[in-house]
């Protein structure tokens, strides 16, 4: 019986052995030095905030483990021998495999700043980084004032926690609208606002320059590169980004570049080695795909597509039109296809928005031919099935505004807007 | 969790005043309880009402009102009341304790014995009761009315609470408007018809057998009767009700057309238990101890009131149409109808279940027979039907749908009767599952296994486990509060109407995804 190891018990990890498990009777071992259970790192926001507690992000309940016969090891790998096949842990102590998943995820960006090492910096990613954040920002009495750094999903979730406890937020974003290296213009200002309306600090075209300490090696405050200004603050959370969790590779024979270098099998140049979820770097892209893709979903699909390889059906990654969705604040955000922030060349973009500021969607379309390429949709729910539908028919723009009541997903009884959106596509028509 | 539990935020001074109020009108009520004697009743009732509504009005105004719409579940797990603190276990105490008092000692409460004047609580209420039905109060009165201005006012905080979701305040003006009209006022107004000639049994028309299993006692089908035209249309209203109402509209719409639009005691946990639907477990274990207990009560109340009709029919045969012999006959086959028609049509898709319901049916069954043939007419099994009446009425109608199912909302959540104990509810769920249009779609990829959903299913349903597969939800205990549908943050649950092909969609490998590898997995 052959031993398939792996290293992370994310999403990518446990998807991998839940469905080897359900295709063959391997042994399989899972080990992570984070938490003994899987638990869901998207959700992490939610205990801060008192929405959930640590065990309610268990998608499984402990009792799953044993009954699938999937061994759990809560250690650090230190090193990997592919020559001999075995890993080797911190404690000392080692273990053989005879397939190998690395799906050890992202670790959060640090760019060097000076200060980034500090008590009381931190990015928010590992469950460790939640414990922390109880202890340097537990409420507005310890921490008066946090600072972010980098304008992304993880920061505008970090932001409202903090506001869920009534912290004082400066939010320091590089870009000079919110998200705009992804978001088209309508909505990144639109968030702007919306972020604003929030009582969050939002200092858009500022940089960190330095973090500053205190006697005591805890951070003391923030100085702006652009002003100088120093804003005294007790906690800082740095949300430029993540990056594949890898560095335990570094002397090991397995290639890496920003991340494992895998191909569309996800096997690494190492026979019986093979990398999925964050830490996965494709060789060669999917479409318009970015050869590391830190998404839940795609971890997910990773997992399911590594386990048929794995037990004896070769499977190549293949996922198929990109989606995504997220939430700032109170608007949800969804995206299926591709929209870019700048329309493509030869593309353009629809742009519809509610009076109320918290709707709006933009479509990106073929100047030429009208093809729908993508659609983004805030404070509406749109079906995905719909829309993977519409993109495979390569169905038009004037199709999807006319059809677009099909892909509603909100709630029964909630106003939908679909004729506003067609009169706005009316008149743009009109006035061209 | 190695931290200690973060304090929960302070309440603003806003907030400090609006609970002052809600505590002087309650603490009117005590005093009323303590047999303090006031002047003007009426007057002090109405203050007494009125300061606990404007306290909760005022304090739910001072929560939402001031915060942008949307979700609102911060410190849910920090405060002392949500989150089984001491709050929460004082409340469970005071809760149950005032529901063994009004079952079991309503004399506690002042209501006065063999026909003396109310005192104390009971007669505080005697104005309001008088102004109605023009009887004196009782203790079911008092029950009634608080009971609905909790509905009431709770029902205006959760409708500011979900200010940016039309289907939950829709849905909270329904059951606050069904609590009010058809529980509260219309049963008192109808007492008012009464007379000595002329005796119709107090009837709330929503609330139908078998959650009122007392509905075809002997008492009341005797008042119907004899209350002419009007009285059997009410008593035919509601044997419709059961079995030609409820099918159709459970197959349109789900169960939740009665469990969260209608029912009282939906109505309640949905209001007023809002604050604790997140304490619902939602173990596998819990799962499997609700279909045994729920499909248990619903086979105790059919005998139990298969063998009250029984033994009543048999007592006074002339007095009804409806021979012994023929109304047993009819419930065995009725449900030999039921069972036939679920394992020919369903039987693939309801392997386990379908099990329990054979038990059921069978228990049933044979205790029909063994009703006609082993037992003398009042007796079955050696059992009166008396007894039996008495002992469900005892320990589900009081204990678990009372004591447990409201008492103990902070403790164990506000669908423990709904979900564990709830006949109605096992029926409707029955037909749910199998006969009906309902279901909550999951949107393809999008689910990010955050768990919000399965932590608010106030039904301990593990919404998740679905969400994460890319399945619909098709669940017998499914209230379609739509909560769940409401917490998540990604936009993957609807609850909609829709044919009944393809509602059970069991995928392994979710849309988004390759799609050979989707083919190769889900077709199998
Ligand atoms: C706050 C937050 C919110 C997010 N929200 C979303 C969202 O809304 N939508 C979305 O699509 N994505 C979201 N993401 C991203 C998503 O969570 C990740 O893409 C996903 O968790 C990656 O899964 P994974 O299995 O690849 O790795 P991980 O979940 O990171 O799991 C890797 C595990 O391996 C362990 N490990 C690493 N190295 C070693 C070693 N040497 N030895 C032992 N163990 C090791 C780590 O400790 C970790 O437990 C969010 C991420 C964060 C942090
Ligand atoms: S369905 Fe929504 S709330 Fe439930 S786990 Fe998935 S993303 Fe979270
Ligand atoms: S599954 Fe959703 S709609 Fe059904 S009872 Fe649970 S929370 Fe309510």
């Not at chain 1, 498990?21 to 801060?48: N, Q």
């Not at chain 1, 007790?234 to 594949?244: E, M």
């Not at chain 2, 005590?30 to 004697?37: F, G, K, M």
Request: a positive charge; proline letters at 3%; one cysteine or more.
């Amino acid at each position: 019986m052959s031993h398939v190891v792996i290293i992370g018990n994310g999403i990518s990890g446990v998807t991998a052995a839940r469905h080897i498990r359900k295709l063959s009777d391997k042994r399989i071992t899972i080990i992570s030095s984070e938490t003994k259970h899987f638990f869901s790192r998207t959700a992490l926001m939610y205990i801060y905030m008192g929405h959930m507690k640590y065990e309610h992000t268990k998608p499984y309940e402990d009792w799953f483990w044993k009954k699938n016969s999937i061994e759990l090891k809560q250690a650090y790998v230190k090193t990997v021998d592919t020559s001999s096949k075995t890993l080797h842990f911190t404690e000392g102590d080692s273990l053989q495999y005879d397939q190998l998943i690395i799906a050890t995820g992202s670790k959060p960006n640090k760019f060097g700043w000076p200060g980034q090492d500090l008590k009381g910096v931190q990015g928010l990613y590992s469950k460790q980084d939640l414990d922390n954040l109880e202890v340097y920002a537990p409420n507005n009495k310890v921490c008066k004032r946090a600072v972010i750094v980098g304008g992304g999903l993880i920061g505008i979730e970090l932001a409202e926690m903090l506001r869920s406890r009534n912290i004082p937020v400066t939010f320091l974003v590089r870009e000079t609208s919110f998200w705009n290296g992804v978001l088209p213009k309508g909505e990144s200002e639109m968030l702007n606002r919306h972020i604003k309306n929030h009582h969050i600090d939002l200092r858009l075209n500022t940089n960190l320059k330095e973090i500053v300490s205190d006697e005591n090696g805890k951070v003391k405050s923030v100085i702006i590169e652009e002003t100088g200004e120093e804003t005294p603050c007790d906690f800082v959370g740095l949300t430029a980004g993540v990056s594949p969790n890898i560095g335990f590779l570094k002397n090991t024979e397995i290639t890496i570049g920003r991340g494992v270098k895998v191909n569309r099998f996800l096997e690494t140049n190492i026979p019986n080695v093979y990398a999925i979820g964050d830490c996965a770097e494709q060789q060669e892209t999917v479409g318009e795909r970015s050869p590391i893709e830190a998404v839940w979903y795609t971890g997910r699909m990773m997992g399911e597509t590594v386990a048929q390889t794995i037990c004896g059906n070769k499977f190549a990654y293949k996922p198929g039109y990109w989606f995504n969705s997220a939430k700032f604040l109170d608007i949800e955000y969804q995206t299926y296809g591709w929209v870019f922030a700048k329309p493509k060349e030869q593309h353009n973009h629809f742009h519809w928005k509610h009076p109320d500021d918290t709707k709006c969607i933009t479509i990106e379309y073929h100047k030429l031919t009208n093809e729908f390429k993508g659609i983004n949709t805030f404070g509406i729910r749109m079906r995905h099935e719909v829309f993977d539908k519409w993109l495979s028919e390569k169905r038009s723009l004037e199709y999807v505004i006319k059809h677009l009541k099909k892909a509603n997903f909100d709630p029964e009884f909630f106003k939908s807007f679909e004729k506003e959106i067609f009169t706005t596509y009316n008149k743009q028509l009109t006035s061209i | 969790m190695s931290l200690a539990k973060p304090d929960a935020q302070d309440i603003s001074s806003k907030q400090k005043i609006a609970l002052t109020l809600g505590v002087v009108g309650l603490f009117i009520l005590s005093l009323a309880l303590l047999n303090v004697d006031f002047s003007n009743r009426g007057w002090t009732l109405t203050a007494s009402l009125l300061l606990i509504t404007e306290g909760v009005i005022l304090f739910a105004n001072d929560a939402y009102l001031k915060k942008s719409k949307g979700i609102k579940n911060d410190d849910v797990w920090f405060k002392s009341l949500s989150s089984r603190g001491l709050l929460g276990w004082l409340t469970g105490i005071v809760l149950t304790t005032f529901y063994i008092v009004l079952y079991f000692y309503p004399h506690l409460l002042g209501l006065g014995k063999d026909g003396n004047p109310n005192t104390g609580l009971v007669s505080l209420f005697d104005p309001l009761s008088n102004l109605l039905s023009g009887n004196p109060a009782s203790q079911w009165f008092v029950y009634g009315t608080l009971y609905t201005v909790a509905i009431l006012v709770f029902g205006y905080k959760f409708l500011l609470k979900y200010r940016h979701n039309r289907y939950e305040q829709i849905r909270t003006i329904s059951v606050m408007f069904f609590q009010l009209a058809f529980a509260f006022l219309i049963p008192e107004f109808m007492a008012r018809l009464n007379s000595d000639s002329f005796n119709l049994p107090y009837y709330d028309l929503k609330n139908i057998w078998p959650l009122n299993y007392y509905n075809f006692e002997q008492y009341r089908v005797d008042d119907f009767i004899s209350a002419g035209n009007i009285g059997l249309a009410l008593l035919i209203f509601g044997v419709i009700s059961i079995f030609v109402i409820t099918p159709i509209l459970t197959y349109k719409y789900g169960k939740r057309w009665y469990c969260s639009w209608v029912c009282g005691c939906g109505g309640l946990a949905e209001t007023a238990g809002d604050s604790f639907r997140h304490l619902s477990d939602k173990s596998l274990k819990a799962w499997k101890l609700e279909r045994w207990l729920v499909h248990t009560v619903l086979v105790f109340v059919v005998l139990m009131t298969t063998a009250v009709i029984y033994t009543y029919l048999s007592y006074d045969p002339e007095k009804y149409w409806l021979t012994k012999g023929i109304f047993l006959a009819l419930v065995a086959a009725f449900l030999t109808l039921i069972f036939t028609l679920v394992m020919v049509f369903k039987r693939k898709e309801f392997g386990k279940d379908a099990q329990y319901g054979a038990i059921g049916y069978f228990v049933v069954i044979i205790t029909l027979i063994g009703m006609h043939y082993f037992s003398s007419d009042t007796k079955l099994f050696l059992l009166e039907a008396e007894t039996l009446r008495a002992s469900y009425g005892f320990m589900i109608g009081s204990i678990f749908s009372g004591v447990i199912g409201t008492g103990f909302y902070p403790i164990l959540g506000n669908r423990v009767w709904c979900r564990f104990g709830c006949p109605m509810a096992a029926i409707l769920g029955f037909q749910q599952r199998l006969f009906s249009k309902f279901r909550i779609t999951t949107n393809g990829g999008q689910c990010i296994s955050c768990g919000n959903c399965s932590s608010y299913c106030e039904m301990g349903i593990d919404v998740r486990a679905y969400a994460q597969k890319g399945e619909n939800i098709v669940r017998s205990s499914c209230v379609g509060c739509g909560i769940c549908s409401a917490v998540c943050p990604r936009g993957v649950l609807k609850l909609e109407n829709d044919s009944m092909k393809g509602r059970i969609n069991p995928t392994e490998v979710l849309l988004g995804n390759d799609v050979d590898l989707m083919d190769l997995l889900n077709q199998k």
